[in-house]
């Protein structure tokens, strides 16, 4: 591995009652990887040892053929080494973004698979639980990857149910949802080795304001711009994203919640600026787009997934949206770029 110093100069300190070693952290990074996650794994670590000003931590980049690495923003990254064991105990962090399904191989599924026979603890970032299911770590255990990912998750693996919280540590089986969750789950690390009053103190260097529950849920993006907390319609989109397979009726619906159709559709009308039945379509359709970017199934059966009656029917839904058929969508992503 790169010899380097871990240890950064900076104006912040605080006296770190440790005389173990450094804990060595390794990340092995595949291709079109989200740059926010990994860093925000990364830093940290740098911020704990700059702080305490000596090496609580050591930390290595690896790549599956030891070239660099190109981040799904376009940003190339050069790693330490290729795919090489790490010592027993050490924490190894696969960090995967867009696309997870295709960037892993048999190779870095065997490396993984032999780390954890070895005794190294394993994570993944982001998108990484992908390749922690193909390798088989991940049955019987809670785990999480990032809320955008789950639904073609979820279609891959059957019988394995990401809980959907920022990060998760189970049993020393460490994953997180990506971007700024990377960081929560690193100063909970940091907690855990050294205590409340150094975590904290690093995350005021990131100016980072710690979620402090392990449970706490991810947001997804509808749920960030509702502009109401009214326990009906919160509890409507639930219900919604729950039975996208299985759609039910408007009516059906609304007497679940408790409610009247009518209400329903006010609180819609309201609060979304939409009826209650296109926003559940809406919730289908990115759901189909989801499923046509990151798993090989068939439009068919993307449309039995999403609760259409035909191919057909999805397509028509999903030209409206975007502009194209279900299969010309997929057909762009596959032709070459002109340059």
Not at 93 to 106: D, L, W
Not at 153 to 179: K, M, S, W
Not at 241 to 259: D, N, R
Request: charged share 20%.
């Amino acid at each position: 591995m790169t010899s380097r110093s871990f240890v950064p100069k900076g104006a912040a300190s605080f006296r770190v009652a440790y005389d173990g070693p450094p804990r060595d952290v390794y990340f092995l990074l595949l291709p079109k990887l989200t740059l926010l996650a990994f860093t925000s794994a990364l830093e940290p670590l740098r911020v704990a040892n700059q702080v305490a000003g000596r090496e609580l931590y050591r930390w290595y980049v690896m790549t599956g053929d030891g070239g660099p690495v190109t981040c799904s923003c376009g940003v190339n990254i050069s790693p330490d080494s290729g795919l090489t064991d790490v010592p027993r105990g050490a924490m190894a962090f696969v960090c995967a973004g867009i696309e997870p399904t295709e960037t892993t191989s048999p190779r870095i599924i065997r490396w993984i698979r032999r780390q954890h026979t070895f005794g190294a603890r394993l994570g993944g970032i982001c998108t990484g639980a992908f390749a922690l299911a193909e390798a088989g770590l991940l049955d019987n255990r809670r785990f999480t990857l990032h809320w955008e990912n789950q639904p073609a998750f979820v279609e891959r693996f059957f019988g394995l149910e990401p809980t959907g919280a920022l990060y998760e540590n189970d049993r020393g089986l460490i994953t997180c949802g990506g971007g700024s969750a990377a960081t929560d789950l690193m100063l909970d690390l940091i907690e855990t080795h050294h205590g409340p009053d150094l975590a904290t103190i690093v995350a005021d260097m990131c100016l980072h304001f710690r979620s402090n529950l392990q449970q706490t849920k991810q947001k997804s993006a509808y749920s960030f711009a509702l502009g109401s907390r009214n326990p009906h319609l919160i509890a409507a989109m639930r219900l919604m994203s729950e039975t996208l397979e299985t759609p039910l009726e408007m009516t059906m619906l609304a007497g679940q919640l408790g409610i009247s159709r009518r209400q329903l559709e006010r609180l819609f009308a309201a609060h979304v600026g939409t009826t209650p039945a296109q926003f559940y379509i809406d919730l289908r359709i990115s759901r189909a787009h989801a499923l046509l970017n990151e798993t090989d199934l068939s439009v068919a059966e993307i449309a039995a997934a999403t609760g259409f009656n035909s191919a057909s029917q999805m397509a028509t839904r999903f030209r409206k949206r975007f502009g194209m058929s279900p299969r010309a969508y997929r057909k762009s992503w596959s032709a070459p770029t002109a340059v």
